[in-house]
């Protein structure tokens, strides 16, 4: 009598899909776990145009809002920044240059939850143009910022 070829190769298949669960396991916690790149680093000397403090009045469906964006040089050479409302004051957390634009990513706390932000100014005559977005483009806005009077 032959042995059915279902049972014989029945153990095997099983362990071969749990191989297979456990290396696609392996490989997300491996991403998860895996060293992100640092955020990118933008000399102060390719932002001129860029640092100062400005202020960004904008328009909300609840009426309107201003942030406060101070751009400055660290003592390392490159830019720093921070962003400050009513709702307080966020460090960016990474600087980004690309072409005529300056990137500053953050994220803010609202009603306990981290919302990413990236605002991305281009200089303009008489101050900065700037696009927001918010978690990820569930919600984007747009404004000019001017430089705050010292």
């Known amino acids: 009598m032959t042995p059915d070829r279902r049972t014989t190769t029945e153990p095997r298949r099983g362990m071969l899909l749990e191989l297979s669960g456990l290396a696609t396991a392996l490989f997300f ?22 640092l100062g403090q400005w202020t960004l ?11 406060d964006i ?4 660290r003592q390392d050479g490159m830019v720093a920044a921070t962003v400050s409302s ?25 009603q306990g939850q981290a919302i990413s932000v990236s605002i991305s100014l281009r200089p303009t005559e008489g101050g900065l143009s700037a696009s927001l977005d918010f978690a990820g ?4 806005m747009s404004g000019k910022a001017t430089k705050a009077s010292s």
Request: hydrophobic fraction near 30%; glycine fraction near 10%.
């Open 29 to 50: 916690t491996g991403l998860l776990l895996a060293p992100r790149p640092a955020a990118a680093q933008v000399k102060a000397s390719d932002a001129q145009d860029f």
């Open 57 to 67: 009045p904008l328009q909300t469906q609840n009426g309107p809002f201003t942030m």
């Open 70 to 73: 101070d751009i400055s040089e």
């Open 86 to 110: 009513q709702q307080g004051e966020s460090p960016v957390e990474k600087v980004g240059r690309s072409g005529p634009y300056l990137t500053l990513d953050y994220s803010l706390d609202y």
């Open 137 to 140: 483009g569930q919600y984007t």
